[in-house]
């Protein structure tokens, strides 16, 4: 009976700390509402849906680190990051979704932020919702992207980013083939790297790694998202209300959120948290169904798979976990990067007419992104199909030579993001491929301790 007394009187002191602690900052929040006004909302699911954008805000950080870490030129006033990251109601999942800052979106009638013009429904690229109309609009197309209700918004900025890896002690990153990318700065060797403030903020906005893009880069967003989560929930930080108080001040120090998102949801947040681990998340991006989908005045964009998303949101509204999807046909060979975000420019390297259009229709029905304009190569004697690359876009080359067995890869310097197909007398099929972190599920799954260094 001492014993459960003596317990008991921990415990209360503990979560008496912690209230404390969290109400004392919970005035240093920036307060926005983004659900001003909002009518004909989604029916509210089961869980809950917090809405977490980057912004730019490099206005903000100092000109050494701007120098240090690339971060020149003028601030975009766009989200760079979207996800949806939903709380199961139990507390014991978190399951997150990117949405790629270049889809097709649909906007709803709206008064512009900037010019306080009256606009109808047009097309834009999500991203640009935040631009136009700020985090209400931003939400209002979300949510009707996705008919998921969302019940709080996250805002973070650069600056909170770095700060809140810096009092973490770092995040624990692994790549088994180096990164580099001249736009951001970032230069990692292949291995397992401790990444702090500035450099976690290149990995995560690397998007020039190779020929991935913006889809590559949300998912290292997810996989440096999954080992700070690992970080926070194995480091003890979750128990410690002195040390859970200096994380969520320098989270919340420059971070914006709904008004509705106070102590009380932080505590939430916190106890569930502590039951967490890596393989309590999840993680996908929407489905895409086109690439490269032309609009006039908006340039290329992402157009969804409509038909895989609405089953995604589905999930999330019906509070189920997406990695209970298994797909029923056999696996294609997996590789690095997804076909759906290689470019090809396929030639026909020999006499036989019509081979060129024959590979250029196969790679398209696997996915590639191929010109449709298949063309004659210089050389028509070609025994061994080819697979010409810029050496940048190594690992793109290398999941369509793996499309192609026996191809031969050949790198050109300066040949830029399209690959190029030279068809010789030894082709006979396409193989199916697919990416290799989209193994688990129709959506592409992974569980966080899938991604982070084991």
């Not at 631009?131 to 996705?146: C, F, I, K, R, S």
């Not at 790679?363 to 191929?370: M, P, S």
């Amino acid at each position: 009976m001492r014993a459960v007394t003596t317990l008991s009187v921990v415990v209360l002191a503990s979560a008496g700390i912690g209230h404390a602690v969290v109400t004392s900052l919970d005035a240093d929040i920036a307060r926005v509402d983004p659900f001003k006004d909002m009518k004909n909302r989604p029916a509210a699911g089961h869980g809950m849906n917090v809405l977490l954008v980057g912004t730019d805000g490099r206005d903000r950080i100092t000109e050494q680190e701007r120098r240090r870490y690339h971060l020149g030129g003028a601030p975009c006033h766009c989200t760079d990051t979207i996800m949806i990251v939903h709380i199961s109601e139990d507390r014991e999942r978190a399951s997150v979704v990117s949405l790629p800052r270049d889809s097709y979106a649909m906007t709803p009638p709206h008064v512009d932020e900037t010019t306080g013009r009256r606009h109808n429904g047009h097309p834009i690229k999500i991203n640009a919702a935040y631009a136009e109309g700020g985090p209400n609009l931003t939400v209002q197309t979300v949510e009707d992207m996705t008919h998921v209700k969302i019940d709080h918004y996250l805002e973070v900025d650069f600056t909170s980013f770095m700060k809140t890896v810096d009092v973490l002690g770092g995040v624990k990153i692994c790549t088994a083939e180096p990164l580099k990318d001249t736009y951001t700065g970032l230069n990692l060797p292949a291995g397992t790297h401790t990444l702090m403030g500035g450099q976690a903020l290149q990995y995560v906005r690397a998007r020039h790694v190779d020929g991935a893009s913006d889809l590559g880069r949300m998912k290292r967003q997810q996989r440096f998202l999954a080992a700070l989560i690992d970080r926070a929930t194995s480091s003890g930080i979750l128990l410690n209300p002195m040390k859970f108080r200096d994380v969520t001040r320098a989270v919340l120090g420059s971070v914006r959120a709904d008004k509705g998102f106070g102590t009380d949801e932080l505590l939430d947040l916190g106890r569930a948290m502590r039951n967490f681990s890596p393989s309590s998340s999840e993680f996908t991006t929407v489905p895409i169904g086109q690439m490269g989908y032309v609009v006039k005045g908006i340039g290329s964009t992402l157009k969804w798979d409509t038909a895989k998303a609405d089953r995604l949101f589905q999930d999330l509204r019906d509070d189920k976990p997406l990695t209970v999807h298994r797909p029923a046909a056999p696996q294609p060979v997996r590789v690095d990067v997804a076909p759906q975000q290689i470019r090809v420019q396929v030639e026909n390297g020999t006499a036989t007419a019509g081979l060129g259009k024959r590979v250029d229709t196969a790679l398209a029905a696997t996915g590639f992104r191929t010109t449709h304009a298949p063309a004659n190569a210089t050389d028509r004697t070609v025994r061994r199909t080819v697979v010409e690359y810029d050496p940048r876009w190594d690992r793109s080359a290398r999941s369509l030579a793996a499309a192609l067995p026996g191809s031969e890869l050949r790198a050109v310097k300066g040949l830029g993001p399209t690959l190029k197909v030279i068809a010789g007398a030894d082709f006979k099929d396409v193989r199916k491929v697919r990416a290799e972190d989209a193994t688990q599920g129709e959506f592409g799954v992974v569980t966080g301790d899938q991604v982070v260094c084991s």
